[in-house]
């Protein structure tokens, strides 16, 4: 299987990009798959929702943008949870400026995924919340986009933003990316307005709106501060089992059936 690089972006902030990126790796990771995750946000939620320390990095994506580490130098397995991770801290915003005058400055990550990608079936890209260099990078260097949303009254507006930076990163520098789903996230079946958000998604998205919806629970907001995924703190947790079946539903979408030959 070729490896599918997945950049989970959405400039709104507090969305559950994070969260998803984190808890898909490691259902993934249960599912049998190899799995990277790569930090782009200087925040490094990511980083320290997989158990690594972000102050004391040796290396981190940092120096990978800017050509001075490789992935392979640079990645480090999350402490619990069977995947890894290119790591991420406050430097990595200095990459912003540091690569002004680079050439080829927004497929930084792109040339350097290329050297582990047959070491992966998925490459997870944590974006931060805006539409800035690092988020470019990881939008040059991906197959698809998801897309989390959290339904509420103003979800659906900034999509459209979204939807059109795709709109040029497709024309500009990677012709073939796509949504590959929309993501429902902390989602309060009870609250009218998130059913009717849902509904209007449902209309203008269709079959990119993926089937699992991942409720609000409050094991998946724990988890980071163990430096585990939702999926190693409460298996048995609602959130967690959820992420478990999207971990499924992707795969099912994206790895062509096995044909099983007929007796
Ligand atoms: P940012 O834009 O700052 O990077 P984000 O989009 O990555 O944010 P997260 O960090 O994943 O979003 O989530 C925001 C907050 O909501 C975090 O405190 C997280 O623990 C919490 N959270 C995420 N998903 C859920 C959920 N399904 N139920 C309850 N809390 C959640
Ligand atoms: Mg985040």
């Known amino acids: 299987m070729n490896s599918r690089v997945i950049a989970v972006a959405n400039q709104k902030g507090g969305v559950g990009k994070t969260t998803t990126v984190v808890n898909l790796a490691a259902g993934l990771a249960e599912l049998g798959r190899r799995v990277l995750i790569v930090d782009l946000d200087p925040q490094g939620n990511a980083t320290m929702g997989s158990g690594i320390a972000k102050q004391s990095l040796k290396l981190s994506g940092y120096d990978v943008l800017l050509g001075e580490a490789s992935i392979e130098e640079a990645r480090q397995p999350a402490k619990e949870g069977g995947y890894d991770v290119l790591p991420a801290n406050r430097d990595l915003g200095g990459a912003e400026l540091e690569l002004v005058n680079e050439l080829a400055r927004e497929a930084r990550l792109k040339n350097a995924l290329q050297a582990v990608e047959e070491q992966y079936d998925y490459v997870l890209i944590d974006c931060p919340p805006s539409l800035n260099l690092l988020t470019l990078n990881g939008l040059v260097a991906a197959h698809s986009v998801l897309i989390p949303m959290v339904c509420e009254y103003y979800a659906l507006e900034g999509l459209s ?103």
Do not use: C, W
């Open 161 to 263: 933003d979204l939807v059109a930076t795709l709109r040029k990163v497709r024309v500009a520098v990677n012709p073939k990316i796509e949504i590959m789903g929309l993501l429902r996230t902390m989602f309060d079946a009870r609250n009218n307005l998130s059913q009717q958000v849902s509904e209007q998604l449902a209309r203008h998205f269709g079959a990119k709106v993926f089937d699992t919806v991942i409720p609000r629970n409050v094991r998946l907001a724990e988890a980071p501060s163990h430096g585990l995924p939702g999926l190693v703190y409460d298996r048995a947790s609602r959130g967690a089992q959820a992420y478990l079946t999207l971990a499924q539903e992707l795969a099912d979408r994206l790895e062509p059936a096995t044909i099983t030959p007929s007796v």
